[in-house]
């Protein structure tokens, strides 16, 4: 997949709505990350979880696939987003060996 910015291809709201979102004091790329807000007894961690689950059965492919195409901070998330969600499809498992 060739680099691009989100913007380019008309999914500039993917940067806001799964990547820099706040479920805690810091964006989500941060925190998943470090993992510290994924251990049991955190605060905002089972609300993290919960939101977490929700935005990966909620994007779609082609969002995915433009989180995908972008920098490291993207495409971290879009791996568990990915994962949390179990996508199988081809395309998202070769991208995020």
């Not at 680099?3 to 979102?21: A, C, D, K, N, S």
């Not at 989500?28 to 994924?38: D, G, H, K, P």
């Not at 779609?60 to 990915?82: F, K, M, P, V």
């Amino acid at each position: 997949m060739p680099f691009q910015r989100p913007e380019e291809i008309g999914y500039g709201h993917v940067i806001e709505r799964y990547l820099t979102r706040k479920d805690s004091d810091h964006p989500r790329y941060l925190e998943l990350n470090s993992l510290c807000v994924l251990r049991p007894g955190r605060p905002y961690a089972e609300s993290f979880a919960r939101h977490l689950i929700d935005d990966a059965a909620a994007i779609t492919d082609a969002e995915l696939e433009a989180l995908l195409t972008y920098e490291w901070r993207s495409r971290l998330t879009a791996a568990w987003l990915i994962g949390v969600g179990r996508r199988t499809s081809p395309t998202f498992l070769s991208a995020v060996k």
